[in-house]
């Protein structure tokens, strides 16, 4: 059985930084698809990060682009979402997402369904 736990939430001034970790257990990072999003209070979830991680190609939403970076700790067993540069709107429920699908050309992944979801931690952001 597949979990995610997603660790490293919490409050930050703007400008400042945060880094999340997403450890699954049952679950083998470095061969799938394996993403970040996040969900603000009275919107709908979106995706911020993407890593394939059978390659190590990123992707990035554009409002996050040049300020986040996913990484993965294959060592660790560990998806990372390093944040700096925070914004008010970063706030919100971030959820590491998990799946079994390795995709050609790797960008596909940030358009597949993902199976594996965590529980999501908070990340609120003050100005």
């Known amino acids: 059985q597949v979990q995610l736990v997603e660790s490293g939430g919490g409050s930050v001034q703007a400008g400042g930084s945060l880094t999340l970790s997403c450890k699954p257990s049952g679950y083998s990072v470095g061969g799938y698809c394996m993403g970040w999003f996040r969900q603000a209070p009275g919107k709908d979830r979106e995706w911020v990060a993407i890593?394939?991680?059978?390659?190590?190609?990123?992707y990035y939403a554009d409002s996050v682009k040049g300020r986040f970076n996913t990484s993965q700790d294959k060592a660790k067993n560990t998806l990372l979402l390093q944040m700096t540069s925070v914004r008010p709107e970063d706030t919100g429920v971030y959820y590491c997402?998990?799946?079994?699908?390795?995709?050609?050309?790797?960008?596909?992944?940030?358009?597949?369904?993902?199976?594996?979801w965590g529980q999501g931690t908070q990340v609120t952001v003050s100005s």
């Open positions: 997402a998990a799946s079994y699908t390795s995709t050609t050309p790797s960008s596909k992944c940030a358009r597949i369904r993902y199976d594996y």
């Open positions: 890593l394939a991680t059978f390659s190590d190609d990123s």
